[in-house]
């Protein structure tokens, strides 16, 4: 049986996506941390889709992965002084 493959934007989890890119979940983790990977937290659990981890693998090969802007990030991780 094989595994069907999720639309681009369906919501995967980091396991998913670590199985998908072959990175660990905490490389993933500190991505989505750090706003480097576009993600939303649910719960305790990090949500992304395939997509964006494509987008972020795309870049993370060329050495470009930039930091979102602020209004992405989770308000605990925004740079003080940011509008919400």
């Known amino acids: 049986m094989t ?3 999720e639309a681009p ?3 995967i989890d980091l396991r998913r996506a670590s199985e ?3 990175l660990t979940m ?3 983790q500190v991505a989505c ?3 480097r990977l576009l993600a939303r937290k649910l719960g305790g659990s990090w949500l ?3 997509r964006d981890l494509d987008d972020y693998l795309q870049h993370r090969s060329r050495g470009r992965v930039k930091p979102l802007p ?3 990030k989770p308000p605990e991780h925004r740079r003080q002084g940011s509008p919400s």
């Open 3 to 5: 595994k069907q493959l």
């Open 33 to 35: 941390v750090e706003g």
């Open 48 to 50: 992304t889709s395939r």
């Open 26 to 28: 905490r490389t993933l």
């Open 70 to 72: 602020d209004h992405y």
């Open 20 to 22: 998908l890119s072959g």
């Open 9 to 11: 934007t369906e919501p």
